[in-house]
């Protein structure tokens, strides 16, 4: 996805691209091979050329910030293929809408890491951890988890963020995370299998009030299903929105004449 994508140069908007990607150019190589391009000068062809060259290097170099920074916020899933094995997801718990954080929960494909407060939730612990991953995958989390964790610990990242509430939403797949695994056959073990977000509030304030661990544990559990499930949405609705995207009609006659450059 990430070397066919052409949308972090100057000007290459959705349409363009797709103009682009119509003319036959399907990667930078394409492109940088390509002496000139329809609907795009000679000096822009030359800035694009020398910003593809520096893509190739900073995907050689491993450097997802970069591409974080130069793609859009809502095109950042264009890097999930290069980076998915580099990726951290996430998901937190508090103790009430905005609330203070109660559970950091943190799954790489490997592991679950789970970071609760009073026991191991810790700035630094968590900042160290996080500066591991290449990507930072969530579910809302443009809007609730991100702000949160630098509301409560000013921690701030600067990789790629995929949310995956916004894609699995041009995927065509509405409603909060577990209306979309149902919606794709994910199903989750039974002792977590009704429990929502109001729930994890409820659980928390019960270890809290009675100390007894069965509560902490099976919000632990709870949120350990919410990070576990993120690559299996991801891997299913992030190709179906690239599917969506390289396959879009040829612009129509008036579209192709607004690209249209003069020589320069």
């Known amino acids: ?36 391009v329809c609907g795009i000068g000679e000096e822009s062809k030359e800035t694009h050329d020398a910003l593809l060259r520096v893509a190739k290097q900073k995907l050689w170099e491993d450097d997802a910030a970069w591409f974080g920074h130069m793609l859009g916020q809502s095109e950042h899933w264009r890097v999930y293929n290069e980076f998915k094995e580099q990726a951290v997801y996430l998901d937190i718990e508090t103790d009430g809408y905005y609330g203070s954080v109660t559970v950091v929960g943190l799954y790489d494909s490997n592991q679950t890491m789970t970071f609760v407060r009073g026991i191991n939730l810790d700035k630094q612990l968590l900042q ?84 007894e661990r069965k509560y902490l544990d099976l919000l632990v559990q709870y949120n350990e299903e919410d990070v576990i499930n993120l690559p299996r949405i991801a891997d299913v609705v992030i190709p179906q929105v690239w599917n969506s995207v390289r396959n879009k009609l040829r612009p129509n006659s008036r579209d192709s004449e607004d690209l249209q450059e003069p020589s320069e």
């Not at 990242?157 to 065509?172: I, K, M, N, Y």
């Not at 979309?180 to 509030?201: F, N, T, Y």
Request: positive net charge; aromatic residues 12%.
């Open 128 to 211: 160290q951890q996080l500066a591991k991953y290449k990507m930072i995958v969530t579910f809302n989390g443009a809007s609730f988890d991100l702000p949160v964790i630098k509301r409560y610990f000013n921690i701030s990242t600067h990789v790629p963020h995929v949310d995956l509430r916004f894609v699995c939403q041009r995927a065509g797949l509405t409603g909060g995370l577990k209306a979309i695994e149902r919606q794709l056959g994910i199903k989750r073990p039974e002792a977590v299998q009704g429990i929502a977000g109001s729930d994890a509030v409820y659980l928390w304030n019960q270890f809290k009030t009675t100390s």
């Open 1 to 36: 996805m990430l070397r066919q994508s052409f949308c972090f140069l100057p000007n290459i908007g959705p349409q363009r691209e797709a103009t682009i990607w119509n003319a036959g150019i399907s990667d930078w190589s394409s492109f940088l091979e390509t002496k000139k």
